[in-house]
């Protein structure tokens, strides 16, 4: 079952904007964390926010958390083209040995030179 | 560096036959998955395992099976290959504790003809 559900499902912008993609869920979340995929390619990581925590910041990332809301957003600052690729939410909801991340659909992100 | 290997890129099987698709990380971490990544569905998890021998059913293990005789390996299994098994394939591993990231193979891209 999907947890996270980013949006928009797809996001065309011009090199030097910024991007917004937000992500909602369902239950209640040990942490969420944002993964970036080129095409065809694995997964990378990119930032993890513990349920606790508010904001973060990482370079030209900065990610929110609104555990009231069951939401987060990625703001990517002043993209690039390289930034182009596919980018995913996932909550984790792990206890003892039962693993939970799930993912969820992600947000095609292009970026015009 | 950290890696995680998955024998191949690209595979092409027939339907009916046993398929294995190898997974191999070096840094000694407990957790291992297998999720499948088809358009417009996100990534689904498949099975993982927390330890040598240990497997557990993901959100979409019909068809498929695992083995986990040592640490570093995580193999899936495709008893009797089918059409509706042609997808992506990504290997993961992770540590087993809360609040840490998972690590991303490159990916197999299996189509089953």
């Known amino acids: 079952s999907q947890q996270g559900e980013e949006d928009p499902q797809a996001l065309s912008i011009q090199e030097g904007e910024n991007a917004t993609m937000n992500c909602s869920y369902k239950?209640?979340?040990?942490?969420l964390q944002w993964y970036r995929q080129n095409s065809g390619r694995g997964l990378v990581h990119l930032i993890l926010?513990?349920?606790?925590?508010r904001e973060k910041h990482s370079g030209r990332l900065r990610v929110t958390l609104d555990t009231s809301k069951k939401s987060s957003s990625l703001l990517i600052t002043a993209s690039r083209a390289a930034d182009t690729a596919s980018y995913f939410c996932?909550?984790?909801?792990?206890?003892?040995?039962?693993?939970?991340?799930?993912f969820g659909k992600g947000t095609l992100l292009t970026v015009n030179p | 560096d950290v890696k995680v290997t998955q024998s191949s890129r690209y595979l092409v099987k027939r339907t009916g036959e046993k398929v294995f698709l190898e997974c191999v990380q070096d840094?000694?971490?407990?957790?291992m998955f297998w999720y499948r990544q088809d358009p417009g569905l996100g990534l689904r998890l498949i099975y993982f395992s927390y330890d040598v021998k240990m497997k557990e059913k993901g959100d979409i293990p019909e068809g498929y099976s695992v083995s986990r005789e040592k640490k570093e390996r995580f193999s899936l299994i495709l008893e009797s290959a089918s059409t509706n098994q042609t997808s992506m394939y990504l290997c993961a591993s992770s540590l087993l504790q809360v609040n840490t990231e998972a690590f991303f193979g490159q990916g197999t891209r299996l189509t089953v003809v």
């Open positions: 926010i513990r349920s606790n925590e």
């Open positions: 840094m000694d971490h407990e957790n």
């Open positions: 996932a909550t984790d909801q792990s206890g003892g040995s039962n693993y939970k991340l799930t």
């Open positions: 239950t209640s979340i040990n942490n």
